[in-house]
């Protein structure tokens, strides 16, 4: 098994419009595209499946369930200003689900995708 990437799937209801929401809002690199049913971009040590209706992993399950995309399940982007990158981001027509929450950690908020996935925003407390 290869420690050098984390996979992390994410079911989506128009695979290119994922593919374009990732690499234009936060510099993911496609790694392979089989619009409409599968394509993989990445960051860093994070890739990135996107799988719609028809890929593999979009087949019902044994008791009729059907996956489907959202849910509350998200992957983390460390950010060093979070209050300019939300800006950015809605000044480009990116949802969120709220509104930046401070806690004992830091601060986080969640952005959606195009399909309802998510993914949080965090900025790490200063340390002193």
Avoid: C
């Amino acid at each position: 098994m290869s420690e050098a990437s984390v996979n992390v799937r994410y079911m989506v209801s128009d695979v290119q419009a994922a593919v374009d929401w990732y690499v234009g809002h936060f510099g993911f690199e496609v790694q392979m595209s089989a619009a409409p049913a599968f394509a993989s971009v990445s960051r860093g040590p994070l890739r990135l499946l996107l799988s719609g209706k028809t890929s593999s992993a979009g087949r019902p399950m044994p008791d009729g369930r059907q996956p489907e995309p959202g849910g509350w399940n998200r992957f983390q982007l460390i950010v060093d200003d979070i209050a300019a990158e939300v800006d950015r981001l809605r000044a480009a027509g990116v949802a969120f689900r709220n509104d930046i929450l401070a806690g004992p950690g830091g601060q986080q908020i969640l952005a959606e995708d195009p399909s309802g996935n998510l993914v949080e925003l965090f900025q790490p407390a200063a340390r002193g």
